[in-house]
């Protein structure tokens, strides 16, 4: 069994991908051709945002992001410890200081009500992330950022492309969100890619500036930009994918009740997260906490079933980090960091692959 199975995928596809893929190797405009503006165009309309701007992946979405919003030295971002390293690394780069903030036992995400004490004259964006695929309470978030005056609040949708929240998609909750393409994403293509998306004309141009070399105009750089494009591969990969990107998404909602369904039928000795009923989650993993990880895992593995651990050590205490931020204290990010497992997942996994994993899981962590 794969971790993440994306031969079905291509298998279910394969025409149209092949296709899609055959064009752009006619045509030949391999950076910027028309794929990527038709992709953008459907995105933006998935989403429900005005704008879309793809990128060469999740992390120059957030980098460019900072970018646009001009934030740097001196500036403070809030954003969560329990992620991955890509949510700090562009706060890190930009200059700013990451201030970090815990999470919820029950989701693994933002603790709002963390969020206010946390807020300085010098904070100029909150990030929070929809770990796991679940949008974090991004109305609340929004709330105490509007109070605050000058702090933008910046979602990373990395994991979470095609969840909801309160009835808008993932993504479009906020005045930036920012998602990965990376190919175990829920929406996945073949390589590297991602995608900025607002409603603000300004920051969506600054955006697609920041993307090409900070370039307004041929060879006219009004802005320090990076090198961070998506290509037209790429982008046309994924628009031959959104063919059944909603029945994935179904499915993807429909195998994470069942994976708590299973686990709760037969009492397996794991912890399961909530999906709040305001959201819905698009599972880029099932993750649940046990005790004895590693010795699970071994079982686990020993069975046949593949598992990951996302995340084992928490971002204020990677040694990167540590000197950056004072000293942090997150017992709830510390305490999953060491429970957490995620089990495999994705659309086309059956339900008997389902059941053979809830089964190795209840023999592997029984005691
Ligand atoms: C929460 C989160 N943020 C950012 C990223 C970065 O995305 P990418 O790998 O496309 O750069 C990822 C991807 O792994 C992620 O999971």
Not at 112 to 120: C, D, K, R, W, Y
Not at 329 to 347: G, Y
Request: with cysteine; net charge negative; glycine share 8%.
């Amino acid at each position: 069994m794969d971790f993440i199975d994306l031969r079905s995928q291509y298998q279910a596809l394969r025409t149209s991908i092949d296709a899609r893929i055959g064009t752009v190797l006619e045509h030949a405009q391999f950076i910027m051709g028309p794929e990527v503006a038709e992709l953008e165009a459907r995105l933006a309309l998935l989403t429900g945002a005005r704008y879309c701007v793809t990128v060469a992946s999740g992390t120059e979405a957030l980098l460019i992001a900072l970018m646009a919003l001009d934030i740097g030295p001196g500036d403070e971002v809030i954003t969560t410890p329990f992620s991955f390293v890509a949510t700090v690394e562009v706060i890190a780069l930009v200059g700013a200081k990451p201030v970090f903030i815990d999470v919820e036992s029950e989701t693994c995400n933002i603790d709002p009500t963390l969020l206010e004490s946390a807020i300085t004259a010098r904070t100029r964006a909150i990030i929070p992330v929809s770990l796991y695929g679940q949008p974090s309470d991004m109305e609340a978030i929004n709330t105490i950022a509007a109070r605050s005056g000058n702090i933008t609040v910046i979602e990373d949708a990395a994991q979470s492309f095609g969840a909801s929240y309160r009835g808008r998609r993932s993504c479009n909750l906020s005045t930036i969100g920012c998602t990965s393409f990376f190919p175990s994403k829920p929406l996945g293509c073949y390589g590297d890619g991602g995608a900025i998306f607002t409603n603000d004309a300004g920051l969506a141009q600054a955006c697609s500036e920041i993307r090409v070399h900070g370039q307004s105009a041929r060879y006219y750089h009004s802005r320090i930009g990076v090198g961070g494009r998506m290509d037209t591969l790429q982008c046309a990969i994924l628009l031959a994918k959104l063919a059944r990107f909603d029945w994935e998404i179904e499915r993807r909602i429909a195998l994470g009740a069942r994976y708590g369904e299973r686990i709760r039928a037969l009492g397996v000795q794991a912890g399961l997260l909530t999906v709040r009923p305001d959201r819905t989650s698009v599972f880029a993993q099932y993750t649940v906490l046990v005790e004895d990880r590693d010795g699970v895992q071994e079982r686990m593995k020993r069975a046949g079933i593949p598992t990951a651990v996302h995340y084992p050590r928490p971002l204020h205490q990677q040694p990167a980090y540590q000197q950056l931020c004072d000293a942090t204290f997150c017992p709830v990010s510390e305490d999953l960091s060491r429970r957490v497992i995620s089990l495999p997942m994705s659309a086309d996994l059956s339900d008997a692959q389902l059941e053979q994993v809830v089964q190795a899981l209840s023999e592997a962590t029984r005691r």
